[in-house]
């Protein structure tokens, strides 16, 4: 029978197997698949919180319903403020891929001060609605809106914090492939948020106070 041989110049040496293995492994490479992975648990979490919504969210125990509750018009500014955080991080990472560094620590300067006003807003929002007795335990419709927005609030809080610390490291360390692929990862997060909000903005507030 016959079978398939390498044929070899003459003089050339065999290969060795890891010169044969087809397969790379780029650095870096397991930190964005980890990363995904980690966004993906995060996506099943907000789909249970909006999942707990949709079934309580009409449950007011004879209490306010979200028409009584909700200023569209400060949600509104609070989602331009996440928006625009979202913007400047794009610009952010521009300027990274273009090694500029002055620039990407400007840019995410920006990011991290819409960040804050994002979450000055929201805190205000909740406790004038504590002040006004509708607090979480006050009814389900209430518990699921304060445990799916303070849900996602608590992320941009670490995400506000993961920027800082990314800063500083930029500040000293530069844009080396580490902090780049480190920023990379916060981009993903934070845009991830960004989708997050306006999802809590259209099915929460919008269509809350239009049923």
Known sequence: MATDTLTLPPGADAPAFWDTDPHEHPSGG??????????MSDCLIFAMLFAAWGVYGSSYAGGPDPKELFDLKLVAVNTAMLLF????????????DEGKKAQAQGWLAA???????????ELYEFSHLIHEGAGPWRSAFLSSFFTL?????????????WLVVLMV???????VPENVRRLQCLSLFWHFLDVIWIG????????????
């Open 200 to 211: 809590v903005f259209t099915f929460v507030y919008l269509l809350g106070v239009l049923r």
């Open 169 to 175: 490291q930029v500040a000293q360390r530069g844009l």
């Open 149 to 161: 927005v303070g849900t996602h609030g608590l992320h941009v809080t670490f995400g506000l914090i």
């Open 30 to 39: 397991s930190t964005m698949l980890g990363f995904w992975l980690y966004l």
């Open 111 to 121: 990011t991290g001060l819409f960040g804050l006003c994002f979450l000055a807003i």
């Open 85 to 96: 955080s979202s913007l400047t991080y794009g610009f952010a990472m521009i300027a990274t």
